[in-house]
């Protein structure tokens, strides 16, 4: 068996908060003592037909990449943990009803349960359902603070045209610098998952070495540089459900509320949660390896002494499975 994780072919114009979703799973490997070299990076155009070696795949992500005709289609040979599901969206393109009263789907996410929810929305659409899940938000709030000499630039990062007037000009006048969370790459480019990576680490690293405050309006700039202790404003200028978990570390502002916006925010400190968050998912998939080894070793079992007939008169009377429950 494998320790899994993403990379994505599929696109071309990347948002780097996609692939900071998938670090942050290496980070949590990395407190579980699991080297990068043991990680096996699987894209998302295979997830579907892969065939390889047994795989734990954690997801902090949306499912959706991962469904085709309205049904979850991810290999046999991958058990995934979801450890931070968001099923809402901000377009219509998929009926979450719909979806979660799918039969298949219904099966497929309570044999995964408990399944870990980045949003509150999605927690509920899950209880509705019957399917056992609590609210975990996403883990790149878990990212380490940074330890080195903070920087002395107003970082600007897909802050929406409506908000500038609102800026205070004693802001602007400082070393100010506008950036985005969306590049383009080419299709030989995406390919290359490790130079992926690299780039979009060198990204979140500028953040940290040069944001003396970040005004965005993208959860993956506000939720990590917070992580990283740089003061953030999040304003944008609809806030949908996906954000709904952002307000217990920072205010999340809307149009309405930009003349009320605090342009002075202090530094976040939360790191005893950070590490129940992080410990919490390391014990989530470890024990789910655990449980893949001990059925493998009951299978194996299985298959050598179902034909034992001097030790068994009745080969189908072999044992009775052990069912297992996540301990919290």
Request: charged share 20%.
């Amino acid at each position: 068996m494998v320790w899994g994780n993403f990379y994505d072919s599929t696109r071309v114009n990347i948002n780097i908060g996609d692939y900071l979703q998938f670090m942050t799973v290496n980070y949590i490997y990395q407190h579980m003592g699991i080297p990068e070299k043991d990680i096996t990076y699987i894209d998302f155009a295979n997830v579907t037909e892969y065939d390889g070696e047994r795989m734990i795949l954690p997801i902090n992500y949306s499912i959706y990449d991962f469904v085709e005709n309205g049904k979850i289609a991810i290999s046999k040979r991958i058990t995934p943990v979801f450890i931070a599901l968001q099923l809402n969206t901000v377009n219509d393109s998929i009926n979450v009803d719909e979806f979660l009263s799918d039969e298949y789907n219904q099966q497929y996410l309570l044999k995964h349960s408990p399944i870990g929810c980045r949003d509150i929305v999605t927690h509920q659409y899950l209880k509705k359902y019957g399917i056992p899940s609590y609210v975990n938000g996403c883990m790149t709030a878990t990212l380490p603070t940074y330890s080195g000499k903070r920087g002395d630039k107003i970082i600007l990062a897909d802050v929406p045209d409506s908000l500038l007037p609102y800026i205070p000009d004693s802001l602007l006048k400082q070393p100010c610098e506008v950036t985005t969370q969306q590049y383009h790459f080419t299709e030989q480019e995406v390919k290359d998952y490790q130079s992926i990576y690299a780039f979009v680490r060198s990204r979140y690293d500028y953040y940290c070495k040069n944001a003396k405050l970040v005004i965005t309006s993208r959860l993956h700039v506000a939720l990590p540089c917070t992580a990283f202790g740089i003061p953030v404003v999040l304003a944008k200028d609809y806030v949908d459900t996906r954000f709904d978990f952002v307000e217990h570390y920072i205010p999340v502002y809307d149009r309405k509320q930009y003349a009320k916006i605090n342009w002075s925010p202090e530094t976040v400190n939360y790191e005893p949660f950070k590490q129940q968050l992080i410990a919490f998912a390391a014990k989530r998939i470890q024990h789910t390896m655990d449980c893949l080894q001990q059925e493998q070793l009951l299978a194996s079992v299985f298959v050598n002494e179902t034909y034992s007939k001097e030790k068994y008169s009745n080969p189908h009377n072999i044992f009775h499975r052990r069912s297992y429950r996540f301990e919290d």
